[in-house]
């Protein structure tokens, strides 16, 4: 019998380890929107212990654990405990972002030799969907087990924040048993319209809360970026980095010349730049590692390009667990076609026009060394 209950205790304990999670999704009601709509949290786990906790209002990743390289877990996104918070004002933390992703310069743009108005939430310029974006919307969810997978889908309507064209859209999460949480885009439309959606989750690699990302290990495929204005308006060009303050060709930390005179860095307080991507189809995009754990995040994407935002404007945010973050404590690596790309023909289109499909991948793969 005393054989029997060690062999049974063993079994307890490797059915209990890490590697034996099984893969699951689970989720609960959150709360409720001032119109009364129920909102919900999801929370998809892996075989190896991620867990990723997404609610359909705004399909924000509210919590996001990866293991450092002693196999320790930490939440690396920065965002609230509670939904409340997500409610109002904030910036950004972890949504879906669009319709339109980024700056368009002037709010408006001309498709077909009409032009359309959108909303200006930037002073004169349109920013990130407008302010009933798609990060103010309850999306629809369903799960598929099978793939590990959140399914969320809205209809925006025509004329929804000045865009035409009544928009199909979805977004699903699922997460991997290599810890690589994948992303995918899809939409269309009815009219011809402009399309860029992206996810803003805020990442620090020490874990939300541990202080600033100033230290972490930063490469970027990519030698050329999209300069802009003063108001960070894309200027048309593309010009290199090589050299610059923004290369980041080799590993650099990304603090180590964040406070440089340069005048795209003075423009943006720092890092707020897109930077053109080398390549086509799912390719690296980004590796970021943090030398303290360990935790290393790759970015792979079908995008066009892909903006750095180090968190410049943070000012005492109250967070998680009674963290209060400030400038800079988080990174943002917002998959994208490029800023203003409907009004600069030279760069890649973001027209999308009936009977085409809007559909892009973004992967965030987590791992430690």
């Not at 005393?2 to 609960?28: G, K, N, Q, V």
């Not at 009364?36 to 075989?47: I, P, Q």
């Not at 340069?262 to 970021?288: M, T």
Request: proline fraction near 5%; include cysteine; charged fraction near 20%.
């Amino acid at each position: 019998m005393h054989h029997r209950a060690l062999l049974f205790s063993a079994a307890l304990l490797l059915a209990a380890s890490p590697a034996m999670i099984s893969a699951a999704i689970t989720s609960e009601v959150w709360g409720k929107t001032a119109a009364g709509e129920e909102v919900r949290l999801f929370t998809l786990k892996n075989s190896a212990g991620m867990e990723v906790r997404i609610t359909n209002y705004g399909g924000i990743i509210v919590s996001l654990t990866a293991p450092d390289r002693e196999g320790r877990f930490a939440d690396v996104v920065l965002g609230f405990d509670t939904l409340e918070p997500y409610l109002g004002k904030h910036p950004h933390f972890g949504c879906i972002t669009g319709r339109y992703a980024n700056r368009i310069g002037g709010a408006s743009f001309v498709i077909d030799g009409v032009e359309y108005q959108v909303t200006a939430n930037s002073g004169k310029n349109h920013i990130h969907g407008g302010p009933q974006g798609f990060d103010k919307k309850v999306w629809k969810a369903a799960v598929e087990e099978e793939r590990n997978a959140l399914v969320l889908t809205h209809t925006s309507p025509d004329g929804d924040e000045g865009f035409p064209g009544t928009l199909e859209c979805s977004v699903t999460y699922s997460l991997g048993a290599d810890n690589a949480l994948r992303i995918e885009y899809r939409a269309t439309t009815d009219k011809p319209t402009v399309l860029n959606l992206t996810n803003h989750s805020y990442f620090n690699l020490g874990g939300e809360g541990s202080g600033d990302i100033l230290g972490h290990e930063m490469r970027i495929s990519a030698e050329s970026f999209t300069p802009t204005d003063d108001s960070l308006i894309t200027t048309g060009e593309i010009a290199s980095v090589i050299g610059t303050p923004l290369d980041f060709t080799q590993p650099r930390k990304i603090g180590e010349r964040i406070e440089a005179d340069f005048k795209p860095l003075i423009q943006g307080r720092g890092y707020d730049h897109n930077y053109v991507l080398k390549g086509s189809g799912l390719r690296l995009a980004a590796r970021v590692r943090e030398p303290g754990g360990g935790r290393v995040m790759e970015v792979l994407t079908t995008d066009p390009g892909v903006q750095l935002y180090t968190a410049n404007h943070l000012k005492g945010v109250p967070g998680k667990k009674g963290h209060v973050y400030a400038a800079r404590h988080g990174f943002c690596l917002e998959t994208q076609k490029f800023p203003d790309s409907p009004n600069k023909p030279q760069f890649p289109s973001a027209v999308l026009r009936p009977g085409q499909i809007y559909e892009h991948i973004t992967i965030f793969k987590f791992s430690a060394e």
